[in-house]
């Protein structure tokens, strides 16, 4: 074998000696990188009978999500790990998967007549391979991406890396000699406490490296294993990204999250710095300006084919959203201290509060929780909005929309898609969606490598208590919500199942209103992590 051989083989049987839960992430699917390239004037392939590639799969949690949904697609995936992949092909098999098809190889086996896709993924593995494997994700990105496909490719960034570059460096310098993965951790962490607790006072780099650390501690052993102790990990600046992506014929779009590319959204003082010192730059330049002044850790690049540059818009285009479906729940949030009032306050997915008191905006919140996890079109937005602005005109009300989805958009609290939601309308016979009463049977055994999820992408925790799985297990649209609650009642009175509540009902009479009730309760937690159709 040759040292790249070996390297990779290491590699491989890292992954396999320490599996971990392989779970989706939104901003990968299919669905977001066809609305994001949509933003940017690039027209790309639809979802319901696309070809999907994942680069390093895992056990397939990444891909299942989008498998389950489009039945009409074809999904592959490929990783060094076999064992993972065994435990993915188990899984996929079980939720009904047909159409996901993962194979245990090396990705620089791939050529070109291992066929087109329209979408290429490549999530959380170019920073951690050898550079013939990266050499080889542009190759793949480049072969084997179809005429209007896209790819994506997530890596770790300088300048952020720097502290944690220098954590790295202490944690394997700390773990070395260590025989097995638990005593590698343990010394491991023992650094970390010396970080955290140890350094002189006077040390320049203190505050950078101690936040580091305090991260970390709340990350799990397998990612403290697979990101900061595996044998490479190479970050890169965003410019040495796109540089490398040109030279292998493929032109950057955006970021998966392209509010992340504003210098807006990070507030006024970065952007009133930016623009004065970059107002002549290039786009590229300008972003790798902002990781400098937002000291960027993570990317997670958008690429296409070098020939459609042209037809790329430089910045996103407004006008894009009238084509779309659009999602969120934000819920009610407690005014901060000295809050305006008049205001409501939301809260969103990443912890931050979000204040208006603009009454159309609150209503394009309100409705748009009030459906979910159901999407809305552009026009039932606009219809909103017009009891709130008599006597504008339609492209006033777009123009309204946009103002108003842009600033979701830039709190990273709105989905925005090119298709409705594959969600339904609220039924009498509540259904999971596909493949959840099996997963939900898989994912609380020992060793399940895939974790749970719903049509958003999102990983999502399943009911744990022995009553509501056994009742969202007959959630398959052939029991009525009465036929349900009678279920439940029966349960509760035999003491078969005992109320997650800790209280006996065993013998008790007229529980009709308790078993309404919890059922009710359930209903409302299942359409929360969007995992009810309907």
């Not at 390297?7 to 599996?19: C, G, K, M, N, V």
């Not at 092909?89 to 620089?108: F, H, K, P, Q, V």
Request: charged letters at 20%; a negative charge; glycine letters at 8%.
């Amino acid at each position: 074998m040759t040292a790249p051989d070996h390297l990779t083989q290491a590699i491989s049987d890292a992954y396999d000696e320490t599996p971990y839960i392989s779970n989706p992430f939104s901003y990968t699917s299919p669905g977001n990188l066809r609305a994001v390239a949509g933003l940017y004037g690039l027209d790309t392939p639809p979802l319901e009978n696309a070809k999907v590639l994942e680069l390093g799969s895992a056990a397939g949690g990444n891909l299942l999500p989008f498998a389950l949904a489009h039945p009409g697609a074809t999904v592959v995936g490929i990783d060094l790990a076999p064992q993972q992949i065994e435990a993915g092909r188990r899984i996929a098999e079980t939720a009904g998967a047909r159409n996901l098809d993962l194979r245990a190889m090396s990705l620089t086996d791939i050529t070109a007549d291992f066929g087109t896709f329209d979408y290429i993924i490549c999530h959380g593995v170019f920073s951690w391979v050898p550079p013939e494997v990266r050499d080889a994700i542009f190759r793949i990105c480049r072969e084997n991406l179809a005429p209007n496909g896209v790819a994506y490719i997530s890596y770790n960034t300088y300048p952020g890396w720097k502290a944690s570059d220098v954590i790295r460096d202490a944690m394997i310098l700390n773990s070395f000699g260590a025989e097995t993965p638990q005593q590698k951790l343990a010394r491991a962490k023992d650094m970390l406490d010396l970080i955290e607790n140890g350094l002189w006072q006077n040390n320049p780099l203190q505050s950078a490296l101690q936040e580091a650390a305090r991260k970390l501690r709340g990350q799990t052993d397998h990612y403290l294993l697979h990101e900061y102790l595996e044998t490479i990990n190479t970050p890169c600046y965003f410019l040495e990204f796109a540089a490398a992506a040109q030279q292998a014929g493929l032109a950057y779009v955006t970021d998966a999250e392209p509010q992340l590319t504003f210098s807006s959204t990070f507030g006024t003082r970065v952007a009133v710095g930016l623009n004065s010192l970059s107002a002549n730059a290039g786009r590229e330049m300008r972003e790798q300006y902002l990781d400098f002044a937002v000291g960027r850790t993570f990317r997670k690049s958008l690429l296409v084919h070098a020939e459609r540059a042209e037809q790329m818009l430089e910045q996103p285009e407004g006008n894009a959203f009238k084509e779309m479906h659009f999602a969120t729940h934000l819920e009610a949030a407690p005014p901060a201290a000295g809050a305006s009032s008049g205001h409501a306050h939301y809260r969103t997915p990443n912890g931050a509060t979000l204040s208006t008191k603009d009454p159309a905006m609150i209503g394009i919140i309100d409705a748009l929780a009030g459906v979910w996890p159901r999407s809305l079109s552009f026009n039932d937005l606009l219809a909103i909005i017009e009891p709130h602005a008599p006597g504008a005109t339609r492209d006033d009300l777009a123009n309204a929309a946009y103002m108003h989805l842009i600033t979701l958009v830039q709190g990273s609290a709105l989905h925005y898609r090119l298709e409705a939601s594959p969600y339904l309308a609220p039924e009498t016979r509540p259904r999971l969606i596909a493949g959840a009463l099996e997963l939900m049977r898989e994912v609380g055994k020992k060793d399940c490598q895939v974790g749970m999820h719903n049509f958003w992408h999102h990983p999502v925790t399943p009911p744990l208590d022995a009553l509501s799985q056994s009742v969202a297990s007959q959630m398959d649209g052939s029991l009525s919500a009465a036929e349900l609650r009678t279920q439940i009642r029966d349960a509760l009175t035999s003491g078969r199942l005992a109320h997650p509540n800790g209280q006996s009902y065993k013998g008790a009479r007229n529980l009709e209103p308790v078993a309404q009730e919890f059922l009710n309760a359930l209903v409302v937690q299942l359409r929360k992590a969007g995992l009810l159709l309907n």
